[in-house]
């Protein structure tokens, strides 16, 4: 079962200890947490917990060559 992340798109492989489960989940994208309902291996309920955090203006910043 699969199931994409809410807060990038990031396909999260969720093995078969997950087909009947009610807890968070974190992507591994992006680093958010969601909380997830699955019953028989097919995802009832999805929901941000924590969005990952926004990098830092510097990341955009190309270094300067000298």
């Not at 968070?24 to 958010?32: E, L, R, S, Y």
């Not at 291996?41 to 990341?59: F, H, R």
Request: hydrophobic share 45%; glycine share 10%; charged share 20%.
């Amino acid at each position: 079962m699969e199931i994409n992340c809410l807060g990038c798109g990031f396909k999260v492989d969720l093995a078969d200890a997950y087909d009947d489960y009610a807890g968070q989940i974190k992507c591994f994208g992006c680093g958010a947490t969601m909380e997830i309902a699955t019953q028989a291996g097919e995802i009832k309920a999805v929901n941000v917990v924590t969005e990952a955090p926004l990098p830092s203006a510097e990341a955009f910043v190309a270094p300067s060559v000298e």
